[in-house]
């Protein structure tokens, strides 16, 4: 695959932004589908990374992990802001109308993938229950695929400490998982 520009060009280069975008999208719509499972919040969160992608192309620094990194974190904020701020659900009236614009052929894409990440889905409900850090080295290492040196960086931490770190949430999150089917099992024996 050829070597995506640098985000810090986007803001002079439109054909520069194209090309990340490109090289870029499949992977966005893959973390959005494992958080939403609505169709139009995924494409319009979507959107919404690649218009923060845009805004905050001057931010960029590759002395802190390559452009992954970046944009996962991008995304992981455009998502958490979402959920955190219910004000942002006011503004999706005003954009009911731009839905009449994915034609079935789109919807049934998006749709395809958030069926595809229905299990990613559960693991990140399970994660609710855990600590603000345990979540974010979880979903940046185990659910989107980063490379833990690039999480250390993204997450301001050294690479040991970021290991400890995902070992610890892992076992915590084994722990969630299992209490959560041991009272999937005793719910149905009852």
């Keep these: 695959m050829k ?3 640098a985000p810090t060009a986007f803001g002079r280069d439109p054909d520069a932004f194209e090309v990340f975008y490109r ?3 499949r992977a966005v719509e893959t973390f959005i589908a494992r958080r939403v499972d609505d169709p139009h919040v995924a494409a319009d969160l979507t959107a919404d990374v690649f218009v923060a992608v845009i805004e905050r192309s001057h ?3 590759p002395r802190l992990g390559n452009e992954v990194a970046w944009l996962f974190g991008i995304a992981r904020n455009v998502v ?6 219910r004000a942002r659900e006011l503004r999706a009236v005003s954009r009911i109308r731009g839905r009449a614009l994915l ?3 789109s919807l049934a894409h998006i749709e395809a993938r958030l069926d595809a990440e229905r299990d990613a889905r559960r693991t990140l409900t399970a994660m609710a229950c855990l600590a603000e ?3 974010a080295i979880l979903e940046l290492v ?6 833990l040196a690039d999480v250390a960086a993204l997450l301001g931490v050294e690479p040991g400490t970021a290991r400890v770190r995902l070992h610890r949430a892992r076992q915590r999150l084994a722990s969630v998982l299992a209490d959560e089917d041991t009272l999937t099992l005793t719910t149905q024996e009852a």
């Design 80 to 85: 958490a802001d979402r959920l955190r701020n």
């Design 103 to 105: 034609d079935e052929d």
């Design 142 to 147: 185990s659910v989107d695929g980063l490379p």
């Design 3 to 5: 070597q995506s520009p």
């Design 59 to 61: 931010t960029y620094d």
């Design 23 to 25: 090289a870029h999208v």
């Design 133 to 135: 850090t345990d979540r």
